[in-house]
């Protein structure tokens, strides 16, 4: 091989992450044949979050790099915590980041049957016992990283013990809790998981999917590698918080003498402002701090979606944020980069008006109405123009006037000229204010006919530009604006302090009465546009005929880091 070549292979090995690396020298090797086989695990009780957008992407983006197949398993060996309504919106969030698992849905629950059976192998070749301690007997059995643990005093019993208790558990003849089945490992493990872990336990709990069929499940750890050898799973990607569980996923396997799946643990999605823990996720929604699963401030993945998030942003984002073997703490802003990024070449441009204050033009005819073209998005020509109404009477947004504005303020103020985005420049002549409050109530202007924005001959000279709509024509709407969820960038690190300590109060707040230009009329649950200089917004599912709904996908700058370094 020349020096060029040596060159060019190792600029490419550097270029790929650590995974890709070890599939590509399985490649090599001939490994699997060859073959390249992942698979997206979740558990169905709780709505997917962000951490899991990331092992959706590298699971199956790794599988079509390589020309392999992505399984969707669920992991449902837990039926206390699992639901139908889970699976079904798992399904929906995998199918909306532009993933298909092209048939191959499988369940743990498939597996009841051989996972038994598998037990049963494990008890006959003497590797697994019936234990009826209680489960804190268990527990202080076990030990501490420190001290070793004590073998349980059933662990003695005979196999064809341990085969009849073991097949009168499943048979339902022992109360819940009463006894379980662990494997037969070293109590003296440094790995604390490899001290005598249990296999299964007692629990009469109406399933998903097998109803009462059973009455004693796998543990995770049990049926996790078991599921992934039977489906000849070659790569089992997950997060790594189960770098310590791979030794007893090898034991298993390497004792029942089954496919050798090879698990590979990558650093998880800690994203800043969010929490990705389903427990405390839930917490929020069983509390009210949130108003569902799919509330807009909620890091799943209903909740970026419903919220305005692009599929293609988060993808991005997954991407931008790579593969690493240890923890960190991936920014927020991050994530929001990537989402104006996308939002501003894919979505048009609108006028509303959310603190509106009046403004009258007193020199244009009353009763007139005039249609102002106006391009949709400058970043793509191809999305055309629209038109909007302009008479004597308009919006604005209040912030946009001052009674005495600063020598550098480019918006409307007595005796200044400001252009209307679209339309006319005007020239502020006075004000009106409510003697009782002393607030601005109207605004008094004079247009330059002249002025009309692409045929302006006037000479005049605006520095600022504003965005209207026309007081006649526009549309009444809600728009939410929600901002982070927490105020501390990792709420659930703080020892001694709930993270509920530091939800955000703020997070939402809503405008009941803000106006939008006439075109948005029709707009659908789900569409996208950004209020010219506001942010860009999404049509909430909420909408009725009647009035529209907006949220607040995002500002159009960080504003949030502004803010916190103040």
């Given amino acids: 091989m020349s020096e060029l070549n040596k060159k060019e292979e190792s600029k490419e090995k550097e270029s790929l992450n650590f995974i890709e690396q070890i599939i590509e020298e399985d490649i090599r090797n001939g490994k699997h044949a060859g073959r390249v086989h992942t698979r997206f695990p ?20 790794i599988a079509q790099k390589y020309g392999g197949k992505t399984n969707l398993r669920f992991d449902d060996t837990n039926p206390t915590t699992e639901e139908t309504e889970y699976v079904e919106n798992i399904k929906r969030d995998i199918h909306w980041l532009g993933f298909d698992w092209e048939g191959r849905e499988y369940y743990a629950s498939d597996y009841f049957e051989q996972l038994y059976e598998f037990a049963i192998q494990l008890i006959n070749k003497g590797l697994a016992y019936v234990d009826d301690s209680s489960p804190e007997e268990i527990a202080e059995m076990k030990g501490t990283p420190t001290v070793p643990g004590k073998e349980s005093p059933y662990r003695g019993r005979s196999i064809e013990e341990n085969l009849g208790l073991f097949q009168r558990m499943k048979a339902g003849e022992f109360p819940d809790g009463s006894r379980v089945l662990r494997a037969k490992i070293d109590m003296a493990s440094d790995n604390m998981h490899m001290r005598d872990p249990i296999m299964y336990r007692i629990k009469r709990d109406h399933h998903h999917r097998t109803g009462d069929d059973w009455c004693i499940y796998p543990m995770y750890d049990f049926a996790h590698g078991q599921s992934d050898s039977i489906e000849q799973i070659t790569h089992s990607l997950c997060s790594l918080e189960f770098i310590h569980h791979r030794p007893l996923y090898d034991w298993f396997i390497e004792k029942l003498g089954i496919f050798p799946s090879r ?11 969010m929490i990705t823990s389903k427990r405390r996720l839930l917490k929020l929604v069983r509390e009210g701090y949130v108003s569902g699963w799919d509330d807009p401030r909620m890091p799943t993945i209903s909740g970026m979606r419903r919220r305005g998030y692009p599929a293609a942003a988060i993808r991005t984002f997954c991407d ?3 593969i690493a073997k240890r923890d960190n703490l991936i920014e927020i802003s991050l994530l929001e980069f990537c989402v104006r990024d996308e939002l501003n070449r894919t979505d048009p441009r609108v006028m509303a ?10 020199n244009y005819p009353e009763g007139k109405v005039e249609m102002m073209e106006v391009e949709n998005n400058p970043e793509d020509e191809n999305m055309g123009t629209r038109t909007m109404p302009f008479s004597r009477e308009l919006y604005i947004e209040r912030n946009d006037f001052m009674e005495d504005p600063p020598k550098k303020y480019f918006r409307m103020g007595p005796g200044r000229n400001v252009r209307l985005k679209g339309a006319y420049i005007l020239h502020c002549e006075g004000f009106e204010k409510d003697p009782d409050t002393g607030e601005v109530t109207e605004v008094r202007c004079a247009y330059y006919p002249d002025s009309k924005s692409g045929e302006d001959t006037s000479g005049i000279k605006a520095k600022g530009t504003l ?5 006649a024509h526009a549309r009444e709407a809600e728009v939410r604006l929600y901002d982070r969820l927490f105020t501390d960038p990792q709420p659930d690190t703080h020892e001694g302090k709930d993270y509920l300590e530091f939800f955000n109060e703020d997070s939402l707040q809503v405008v009941e009465k803000a106006y939008i230009e006439p075109s948005l009329a029709k707009a659908k649950a789900g569409d996208r546009f950004q209020f010219l200089r506001l942010g860009y917004f999404c049509v909430d599912p909420d909408s009725t005929d009647d009035k529209l709904v907006f949220n607040r996908t995002v500002t159009l700058k960080d504003t949030w880091a502004k803010m916190q370094n103040r």
């Fill in 42 to 61: 979740p558990e169905p009780n709780g709505y997917l979050h962000i951490g899991h957008a990331k092992a959706i992407c590298l699971n199956f983006e």
């Fill in 263 to 273: 698990q590979i643990e990558f650093a998880r999605m800690n994203v800043s402002y």
């Fill in 320 to 322: 931008k944020a790579g």
């Fill in 353 to 362: 008006v959310l603190d509106p204050l009046k403004v009258v033009v007193t």
């Fill in 467 to 471: 965005h209207w709509v026309s007081a």
